[in-house]
Structure formats: structure tokens, C-alpha cells
């Protein structure tokens, strides 16, 4: 650090008095903080070897995983709520930042595009993390108006593959991307001619497989082997080619979220029409036991 000049050694220590703060910021934040010009970060960041300031805060952000408590790789057993509160937000935030900047938004647009001319899309996982992620993948298809089903048995997963054919997609969803019997199931629906979309790490055997790869990266979690900066990032990008595949299809598709919003507000569990169907049933039971209850009194008296 002593090497380097006064600027960059000024940026240096505005990292490291909060290097998960430092993550977070943006470049002009990081320049103000340290009161320098913003080319400035980018000569400290290539000063360390790397290309951008990007791939600084990558570095930076996989540093502090690795050595992170095992409460969160942000936070330190001695921080108070309001640390605990921040920290977490300013990882998920950063998180999904950095998900921004490296999402394959053509890849995204080749799968929607997949996606709307299929004739079935099976949605694969394993683990809770990624069943959870493919009921959720599954329901969107389905009020899209599109054949779709989410499978986690390792047997249902090869029944579909064998199926699926030229048509059809097998969308593999594992944040891990190891799980051998996902694995066998991708290579037999490829073997088929069905197309292989994975939504995973970038570097998996389950990405070697994929037609598509959805590469979403984020900074290893303390705790489990999927975070909750994985959920957020798997959640994000669903959105995204979620939306992308509405667009794709049409007003159709349009008409088609609309309609159903308007159903479930109107006849839904927490809709007023229900709320108040319920409550005629309720007070309809109370009349009916109270007549029997004083039907009951009056027939005994006349006994």
C-alpha cells in the first residue's frame, strides 16, 4: 500500500475501514468518500490487477464471503440491529446490482423467444431452494397460457425428458448444478431434441449441459449452500424473462393477466365477494342452531 500514490492509498482505506460498504458503492460514492476523482478508483482497481472496477468489487465481494462470519458474510457477532438491518439490505442490493451488470440479456431474449413457440416446458429441480423456484417458474407459464409442469421426482424428471421432444423445453433450475440425477435427466431430453435451458452457476456440469445457460453469480453464503441473495437473484431473473415472454406472446397473453387479476379479486379468498359470501354462510349457521336451540326449549316445556 506504501507503493502506491497518496489518491489511490486514499481509496485503499475507505475500502478497508468498510469493505462491505465499499461493495455496495458506486463509484461516486467511493470518490467522495475518499476525496478523489472517480478515474481515480479505476487506477486503484487496476493497480490490483484487474481490468475494471467491476471485477474489483467481484473479487472483493467473494473475499468477504470467504471470510465472513457464520451469522452472514456481512455481518460480525458485536454489530447492533441497525448494522445487521443495513449490512444485509447493502449486500442484496450490491447483489443484485452486480446481477445487472453481467446478466446475458441476449441469452434471456433467446429463451423467451424458446419459450413462447414451445409445446411444453417442464420446469426440473432439486433441493427446496430450486422446487421452490420451479413451482414459481411453472405458475407464471401457466397464466402466461403456456403447457408447463414443475417436476422434482428424479424418476418424473426422466419420464418428461423422454417426452418432451423437439418441441419442448426442459427449464433446470440449480443454483448448485451437481445434482446427478438432474444431470442424467438433462442429457436425455437433449438426446431427445428437446432444448435444455439451466438457470444456474456459470462453471456447473449442469451448465456444460445446457443448450442456454442463465448464469446468475453471487457471493457465497455463510450459512447455507443457497442464500438468500441466490433466492433474490433466481426471483429477478424469472421476473425478467417473464415479462420478456408476455411481450413475445401478445396482447393475448396481456388480456389473458388481466382477466385473472380481475378473477381473484373478485371471487379470490381475500376478495370482499368471498369475505362477505362467508359471512352470510356464518350468520345463516347462527340462525339455524339458534331456531333449533329454541324449538329444542319449547318442546321440552310442552313435555
Known amino acids: 500500500m506504501d507503493s502506491l500514490p497518496a489518491a489511490q492509498r486514499s481509496v485503499v482505506q475507505v475500502m478497508l475501514d468498510d469493505p462491505g460498504a465499499a461493495v455496495a458503492a458506486t463509484v461516486e460514492q467511493l470518490s467522495q468518500q475518499a476525496g478523489v476523482s472517480m478515474p481515480t478508483i479505476v487506477r486503484t482497481c487496476r493497480s490490483f490487477g484487474f481490468d475494471s472496477v467491476r471485477e474489483f468489487m467481484l473479487a472483493l465481494a467473494q473475499d468477504l464471503a470467504v471470510r465472513g462470519s457464520y451469522l452472514h458474510r456481512a455481518v460480525l457477532a458485536e454489530d447492533t440491529a441497525g448494522d445487521v438491518s443495513n449490512k444485509i439490505v447493502h449486500a442484496a442490493v450490491s447483489s443484485l446490482t452486480e446481477l ?10 433467446e429463451v423467451a423467444g424458446k419459450l413462447a413457440t414451445a409445446r411444453r416446458i417442464d420446469c426440473y429441480s432439486v433441493g427446496a431452494a430450486s422446487t421452490f423456484m420451479a413451482g414459481e417458474l411453472q405458475s407464471r407459464l401457466f397464466r402466461l397460457g403456456c403447457t408447463s409442469n414443475a417436476i422434482f421426482d428424479a424418476h418424473q424428471q426422466l419420464v418428461s425428458a423422454s417426452t418432451l421432444g423437439p418441441e419442448g423445453v426442459a427449464f433446470i433450475i440449480s443454483h ?6 438432474t444431470l442424467e435427466a438433462a442429457r436425455f431430453a437433449r438426446s431427445q431434441g428437446a432444448t435444455v435451458v439451466a438457470l444456474t452457476q456459470p462453471g456447473t456440469p449442469l451448465a456444460d449441459i445446457a443448450d442456454h445457460l442463465i448464469a446468475v453469480s453471487v457471493p457465497q453464503d455463510a450459512v447455507m449452500r443457497v442464500g438468500t441473495e441466490a433466492y433474490l437473484a433466481h426471483l429477478v431473473v424469472i421476473e425478467i424473462l417473464m415479462v420478456r415472454l408476455a411481450q413475445k406472446l401478445g396482447p393475448v397473453a396481456t388480456r389473458g393477466l388481466a382477466q385473472f387479476k380481475q378473477l381473484l379479486h373478485k371471487h379470490g379468498f381475500d376478495s370482499a365477494e368471498y369475505s362477505g359470501a362467508t359471512e352470510a354462510l356464518q350468520d345463516a349457521d347462527e340462525d339455524e342452531r339458534g331456531a333449533q336451540f329454541n324449538g329444542g326449549i319449547g318442546h321440552g316445556r310442552g313435555e
Not at 445487472?100 to 431474449?109: A, I
Not at 448448485?176 to 440425477?181: A, D, K, L, Q, S
Open 100 to 109: 445487472g451488470r453481467r446478466l446475458d440479456v441476449q441469452v434471456l431474449d
Open 176 to 181: 448448485v448444478g451437481r445434482m446427478p440425477y
